[in-house]
Structure formats: structure tokens, C-alpha cells
């Protein structure tokens, strides 16, 4: 299925379905039991007759919810695995293709210090995301599994999709990872000056409300 977005194995996918084509599409993968693919686009659009031209390398999707509205259906997709484009077929009512699975490399050439390390630096950085949004309180599970744990960080950085379909195409977790260190380490340092920024406006705002206080008294 291609899609303005990139999909990581393990990560979650809302999406509303009402075209036909993904409608039928969606009914013959409950019925088979199946997933479908998703593909991040590279020419094209996501609706409409004709098929967008989407990069090679994507993610098998499983549907863990859905919800049928009558004209169209609402579904939360988990990502499963990575598969490689070799073909894509004609025939048929909506996109489909020959692929391949890619492997899995969990803990491959990865040192587990390395791993606590940016496991550390990351939730960090969801903290810090989680005080700024108000959300006190809110944890979020963060594996200690490299590739699991590769996979979570690129869905949640703050980057152009075709840095994160880089990312998703990165053949180990271990490229995957050090690729991420640094950006990791860029946005916790933003987010801490935006909390610090934030802090300084709510402190100045108290300060500037009990003025006004006093001065009408």
C-alpha cells in the first residue's frame, strides 16, 4: 500500500480506508489472516486510480484493530517486517508485488553498553517531550532489544521521510543505532532549551500576574 508515511517493524499505523480498492484489499487480508504491505511513496499520490511509485524497501502491516464505519473503515496497523520490492504487478484490483524478507539482525554487532547508552539518552528526550506537551506522568515502554529498540527511535524522530526510509533501509541495527546517536543527542539538547525557554516565560508571565495584583491594591 503506498503512503506518505514509513512504517517500522513494531511500531503502531493508524489509517481510514475508503477507497475500494483498499477496502477490498483490507477484507481479503482479515479473511486470509494476512498482512498487507506498506511503502513509503517516491512519485505519485496516496489516492487515486493510479498506482504511486513508492521506494523498494517497506514493512509488512498487521491489523491489530478495526473499526468498520460503513463507507469506509478505520484500522490501527502494527508493523511486522521489512520486505524488499522485486516486482510489482499489473493485475489486480489494487497494488500488489513480489517481495522478498529482509533478515533480522537483533543483537548483531552491538555492544550492550552502546544500547543502554542511547536507550538512556532517548527516554530522556520522550521525558522531556512528555513535560512539554503537559502530559505529566505519561511513561512510555522503551525495549532494550537493539533492533526494537533502533526501530522505536527512528519512529519518533523529527526528521523528512526520506531520512527515515533511510534509516528503515539500513541493513543492521547497529548502522541503524549510530546513525541515530547523534540526532538523538541534537534533539534532547532542543528540547531541553524549549522546557528551559518555557519555564522562563511561565516564571516571568507568575511574576508579571502577582505585579498586577499588588498594584490594584
Not at 517493524?9 to 489509517?15: I, K
Not at 529482509?102 to 548483531?108: C, E, G, W, Y
Request: charged share 30%.
Amino acid at each position: 500500500m503506498p503512503l506518505n508515511a514509513v512504517l517500522f517493524p513494531g511500531m503502531p499505523m493508524p489509517l481510514v480506508l475508503w477507497e475500494a480498492r483498499y477496502l477490498q484489499m483490507a477484507e481479503e487480508c482479515f479473511d486470509r489472516e494476512e498482512p498487507f504491505g506498506v511503502a513509503l511513496i517516491r512519485k505519485g499520490r496516496e489516492v487515486g486510480g493510479e498506482t504511486a511509485e513508492t521506494y523498494d524497501v517497506g514493512t509488512t502491516a498487521h491489523v491489530a484493530e478495526y473499526d468498520d464505519g460503513g463507507n469506509h473503515l478505520s484500522l490501527l496497523a502494527i508493523g511486522r517486517r521489512r520486505f524488499r520490492i522485486h516486482s510489482v504487478l499489473d493485475s489486480g484490483p489494487y497494488p500488489r508485488a513480489e517481495v522478498e524478507f529482509l533478515p533480522d539482525d537483533a543483537q548483531a554487532g552491538v555492544s550492550p553498553e552502546f544500547v543502554a547508552d542511547i536507550r538512556a539518552m532517548f527516554a530522556e528526550e520522550i521525558e522531556l517531550i512528555v513535560q512539554l506537551l503537559g502530559f505529566g506522568g505519561l511513561q512510555l515502554e522503551i525495549p532494550a532489544e537493539a533492533d526494537k529498540l533502533s526501530y522505536m527511535i527512528a519512529a519518533h524522530l523529527r526528521l523528512p521521510l526520506v531520512d527515515k526510509q533511510m534509516l528503515l533501509e539500513l541493513p543492521t541495527s547497529a548502522e541503524r543505532l549510530a546513525r541515530e546517536v547523534e540526532i538523538v543527542r541534537r534533539e534532547r539538547e532542543d528540547y531541553r532549551l524549549l522546557l528551559a525557554a518555557r519555564e522562563h516565560v511561565d516564571e516571568t508571565e507568575a511574576r508579571r500576574a502577582v505585579g498586577r495584583v499588588f498594584s490594584n491594591n
